[in-house]
C-alpha cells in the first residue's frame, strides 16, 4: 500500500516498463498526463487521466503476468 500519491513519473515509468517487455499492444501519452493503454491488439483502448488510475492498472496487469506466467510458485 503506497502511502504518498502516485506521481506522473512514477505513472510513466510503469508505462515505459510495460510497453517495453510486451505487456501493452499500446500505450499513447495524451494531454495532461493522461494515457490511452491497450493491453491486445483486440482489447477495449483505456484513457487514464490520472497516475493513481494508471497505478491501479499496471497492479493489474502484473497481477495477470504473475498468475499466468509458466515457472513461478504459486
Not at 493503454?37 to 487514464?48: A, F
Amino acid at each position: 500500500m503506497c502511502t504518498t500519491p502516485a506521481t506522473h513519473a512514477e505513472a510513466n515509468a510503469w508505462i515505459t516498463v510495460l510497453t517495453k517487455y510486451g505487456h501493452l499492444h499500446r500505450a499513447d501519452p495524451g494531454p495532461d498526463g493522461a494515457w490511452t493503454v491497450q493491453r491486445t491488439p483486440t482489447s477495449r483502448p483505456h484513457t487514464l487521466h490520472h497516475p493513481v488510475l494508471v497505478i491501479d492498472f499496471v497492479a493489474d496487469v502484473l497481477h495477470d503476468v504473475r498468475r499466468t506466467a509458466p515457472g513461478l510458485p504459486r
